[in-house]
């Protein structure tokens, strides 16, 4: 018995230590989420209105010289940018990510993996460690895997940058991006967005022809060789944000969920060892009164 209740305190002592470490964890997070949604939030209605602004103004570039990053071709080549985080303990975070870069490739994209036309541009240590260990299946770029420690737009801008070059040089016909939507604390969505070609604006049933509502100053060519690579910065830094507000998040709810499990199993434990503590006590108490029963008799 008296093995029994030491085995019992050493796994209260030992669920409590875990207890503390998450709940210290969750704060970590809980800081470090609240910048995060500040800067994703901050930067999501002006990404998304010029994103909006550049579909409608692509829509309506009619072979056009800077119409480069709207024009769709046969789709040969495929670059898929999967964004996720450095470090785990945050739940399905970064499972849902990889998943649904993996399901957009099998349903779109299986053929040019097969012909090995499909490359894998991983950001955040956990998918780069996925596709890492499938190398068989995809080829894989690991230059970006560290960005998340610099998220300032001058820097992510190399990363885009280099995937505008690409695009516009023929190397690849379609680039996609797997990351996390940040919505709140407790949920996140793991979307696949096309970045390239920019995506063109469905028209109306019955409507022949969109019109962009825009007046160009200077001209329309000198200013969108400036306009969409800029637009298309701040879009690919969105995802990134967006991604890294959705990490601590994730991580917050998950850590949160430990150590309210972690404190339910203190509970059990503790009551598990009352329980053996006092049969223990029920026992030396009973062989006492035999005893002195024996010595009597």
């Given at each position: 018995m008296g093995a029994n209740l030491k085995e019992v305190r050493e796994r209260i002592s030992s669920v409590t230590s875990t207890q503390q470490i998450t709940n210290a964890m969750k704060m970590v997070s809980a800081a470090k989420l609240r910048r995060a949604q500040m800067a994703i939030q901050q930067i999501r209605?002006?990404?998304?209105?010029?994103?909006?602004?550049l579909e409608n103004i692509l829509s309506n570039l009619e072979g056009d010289a800077s119409s480069?990053?709207?024009?769709?071709?046969?789709?040969?080549?495929?670059?898929?940018v999967v964004v996720t985080s450095n470090r785990g303990l945050c739940g399905a975070f970064n499972s849902n990510v990889i998943k649904a870069a993996v399901k957009k490739i099998d349903e779109k994209y299986a053929a040019q993996r097969d012909n090995g036309n499909l490359v894998v541009y991983c950001i955040g240590k956990k998918g780069n460690d996925y596709f890492k260990?499938?190398?068989?299946?995809?080829?894989?770029?690991?230059?970006?895997?560290?960005?998340?420690?610099?998220?300032?737009?001058?820097?992510?801008?190399?990363?885009s940058n280099r995937l505008m070059d690409i695009f516009k040089d023929g190397e690849f016909d379609a680039v996609e991006v797997s990351y996390g939507r940040f919505k709140n604390a407790a949920t996140q969505f793991a979307e696949v967005e096309q970045f390239l070609p920019v995506p063109k604006l469905e028209k109306e049933e019955g409507e022949t022809q969109m019109r962009a509502d825009y007046i160009f100053e200077p001209d329309k060519i000198t200013l969108l060789d400036?306009?969409?690579?800029?637009?298309?910065?701040?879009?690919?830094?969105?995802?990134?944000?967006d991604t890294h507000a959705s990490e601590h998040g994730a991580r917050?709810?998950?850590?949160?969920?430990?150590?309210?499990?972690?404190?339910?199993?203190?509970?059990?434990?503790?009551?598990?060892?009352n329980k053996a503590r006092q049969e223990a006590i029920t026992k030396e108490l009973s062989e006492i009164v035999g005893g002195a029963a024996a010595l009597e008799g």
């Open positions: 209605p002006y990404a998304d209105k010029l994103n909006e602004m480069t990053f709207g024009q769709e071709r046969p789709v040969n080549q495929v670059a898929i260990k499938r190398a068989k299946d995809y080829k894989l770029v690991s230059d970006y895997v560290n960005l998340f420690s610099d998220l300032s737009f001058d820097n992510v801008s190399t990363v400036h306009l969409i690579p800029s637009i298309l910065q701040t879009k690919f830094h969105k995802y990134l944000l917050m709810t998950s850590m949160n969920k430990a150590t309210d499990n972690a404190g339910e199993m203190i509970k059990e434990l503790k009551i598990t060892y």
